[in-house]
């Protein structure tokens, strides 16, 4: 509950220092907040765009928070979900099943790609102490490079060079119901997988033997250890379900909200994903709440552009504007506290003494 405030708190703080760039640059911040939210939100069709925006961002941060529970920190998720991405491409792009089981097998893929290209910062970690932060990002160019190689050379596209061919229809998460339901919205079922990811990763983190461990070793890594904990293990493990997360980010991202993937692009998606679980407190749902308003203002922003002359980038500072006050959350809550001890003090009711009575 505490942390759930403070990120209201935060998003709270992150709106009003925006509004106040709006009144800098001479804009009506009413206006602009009521042209964002419609843009996202304003019919049918947006609210599936918004959806869809949010999908990969539900798994980014559901990877960097299973992360951080182990005392980890996956800064790779980007490279992560490029591998991921590329991995599902080949299989949509090179079988002919039955799109229930191609699409299995891609997704599959796309976990077993991210998850393998965590596996060696994860190794690094356990056995040499490596940081994770240094061979993640190095991870992460490599990841671009091997795409930049792989995607020209193998999978060319018909027209351009620096993207894939095109996933054929059985091979991709778009499906006409939902196109249907959401009038023309590129939702796809991306979404659907990420609300079982955010199930599983809050079951396991809360009601099994291996959630208990990760929280434990990341909480206190040689405590842990002399508890009887396989530490190194965990750490792998952890950095490999981390891994396998992001690369369903890149499932999402190239084989449902795209149909190609492009070569020299490192998918931003990867580190809002820390933003993400930053302000969703590193928990399941609070990731999964926090993406979404992350794809409301990244989908609303194109509308309030186009309706007023406020620059797209704003969404952009008022984002990270959320995150700086999610950051410094340890402040907000010795705010809070001093509040409500204040408060306390003055309901103390000192009962009268009346004199002359022994």
């Not at 080949?90 to 965590?118: H, K, Q």
């Not at 291996?210 to 950095?239: C, D, P, Q, T, W």
């Amino acid at each position: 509950m505490r942390n759930f405030i403070v990120s209201i708190i935060a998003i709270i703080l992150g709106l009003i220092a925006g509004g106040i760039l709006m009144l800098l640059i001479g804009s009506n911040p009413i206006d602009g907040y009521l042209y964002l939210f419609q843009g996202a939100l304003k019919n049918i069709s947006r609210i599936g765009d918004t959806l869809a925006t949010a999908t990969p961002l539900v798994f980014t941060g559901l990877s960097v928070a299973f992360a951080f529970r182990t005392g980890l920190f996956n800064i790779g998720a980007s490279g992560q979900m490029l591998i991921g991405g590329l991995c599902a491409t080949a299989v949509g792009l090179t079988y002919d099943f039955s799109r229930p089981i191609l699409l299995l097998m891609m997704i599959f893929a796309g976990l077993l790609g991210g998850a393998l290209w965590a596996l060696l910062p994860g190794l690094l970690k356990a056995k040499f102490n490596v940081h994770e932060v240094v061979s993640t990002i190095m991870m992460n160019w490599i990841a671009y490079w091997t795409v930049y190689y792989i995607v020209p050379g193998y999978f060319k596209g018909e027209f351009l060079e620096t993207e894939s061919k095109k996933l054929p229809d059985a091979a991709t998460l778009k499906v006409p119901f939902l196109t249907e339901m959401f009038q023309g919205s590129y939702i796809n079922l991306g979404i659907f997988i990420a609300v079982i990811a955010v199930i599983i990763v809050a079951f396991i983190i809360n009601k099994t033997t291996l959630g208990f461990e990760l929280k434990a070793v990341g909480f206190n890594r040689h405590a842990a250890e002399y508890a009887g904990m396989h530490v190194n293990r965990n750490i792998i493990l952890s950095m490999l379900i981390s891994g396998g997360l992001a690369g369903l980010a890149g499932v999402a991202l190239y084989a449902g909200n795209a149909s190609t993937i492009q070569i020299g692009i490192l998918p931003s998606a990867g580190y809002d994903g820390i933003a993400v679980s930053l302000l969703g407190a590193n928990t399941p749902v609070g990731v999964f709440f926090a993406a979404i308003l992350f794809g409301i203002l990244y989908s609303g922003t194109g509308f309030m552009n186009a309706m007023t002359e406020i620059p797209p980038e704003l969404a952009n500072t008022i984002i990270a504007i959320i995150i700086y006050f999610a950051a410094t959350s340890i402040l907000i809550e010795r705010v809070i506290k001093r509040f409500w001890k204040t408060r306390s003090s003055k309901e103390v009711v000192v009962p009268d003494v009346k004199k002359g009575e022994s």
